[in-house]
């Protein structure tokens, strides 16, 4: 018979959930489903997508692109520290690297008077 790893290899999203990436496994699936994952530098669509370790997975958490190395597998969504023992993070999130902000809050009334008039200036 054949080991569980190798016949019963977890899902990406279920992973990532379990990793504490993503707080619901719905999000995480989601984010798989947008293409906004890459394993070994491969985009995916699937969050079925089986992983192992020594992998490397690429995705955007909030404003920082976060790259990092499957260490080992869970068997369950345990607290935050046993989380980190699951992953490597090849480029921790710095400030300096985080992505620019979309836009912004939108502006106050005092905030749009202060704005010059649209329109012609003569």
């Known amino acids: 018979m054949a080991d569980r790893e190798e016949t019963e290899r977890p899902r990406l999203d279920k992973w990532l959930w379990q990793a504490r990436f993503f707080k619901t496994r719905s999000l995480a699936a989601k984010v798989c489903a ?5 394993i070994d530098g491969v985009p995916t669509q699937k969050a079925h997508a089986a992983i192992r370790p020594g992998q490397v997975l690429a995705f955007v958490q909030g404003r920082h692109i976060r790259v990092i190395e499957i260490v ?3 068997e ?3 607290p935050a520290s046993e989380a980190q023992t699951l992953y490597r993070d090849l480029q921790p ?3 300096e690297a985080a992505l620019p902000a979309s836009g912004g809050p939108r502006p106050t009334g005092r905030d749009r008077r202060a704005l010059p008039p649209k329109g012609g200036s003569d």
């Open 34 to 38: 947008g293409g906004g994952i890459r």
């Open 72 to 74: 080992s597998l869970a």
């Open 76 to 78: 369950r969504r345990g």
């Open 93 to 95: 999130p710095t400030p």
